[in-house]
């Protein structure tokens, strides 16, 4: 069963920058598209950018221009480089299987924006 653990997050200012990391139990990111979601409470987990394995890239148009996915080449470790941050961005970010969530959620990063 793969484990994902997100880290990186963290109480920032409006138009400040952070980045997010994703670490698999193995090289699952290489072989499936994965993705970047937030979620604040009372609301639904949003998905926010993708990564196909040939990586093919979309994000929603929420933080297009903003925020820049990508993964490392041994296919264990996503990251969510997230530019201009804005206060609707605060959320906790996970990141899963997509756009089909199909793998066991891991803790989330908490990002924190004030304005």
């Known amino acids: 069963q793969v484990q994902l653990v997100e880290s990186g997050g963290g109480l920032v200012q409006s138009g400040e920058s952070l980045t997010l990391s994703c670490v698999a139990s193995?090289?699952?990111?290489?072989?499936?598209?994965m993705g970047w979601y937030r979620q604040n409470p009372g609301k639904q987990r949003e998905l926010v950018a993708e990564?196909?394995?040939?990586?093919?890239?979309k994000y929603a148009d929420s933080v297009k221009d903003r925020f820049t996915i990508s993964r490392d080449n041994a296919g264990t470790t996503l990251y969510l480089q997230m530019n201009s941050l804005k206060p609707d961005d605060a959320a906790v970010y996970f990141c899963?299987?997509?756009?089909?969530?199909?793998?066991?959620w891991g803790q989330g990063t908490q990002v924190s924006v004030s304005s």
């Open positions: 899963n299987a997509a756009p089909i969530p199909t793998l066991t």
């Open positions: 193995g090289t699952i990111t290489r072989y499936v598209t």
């Open positions: 990564i196909s394995r040939e990586g093919h890239i």
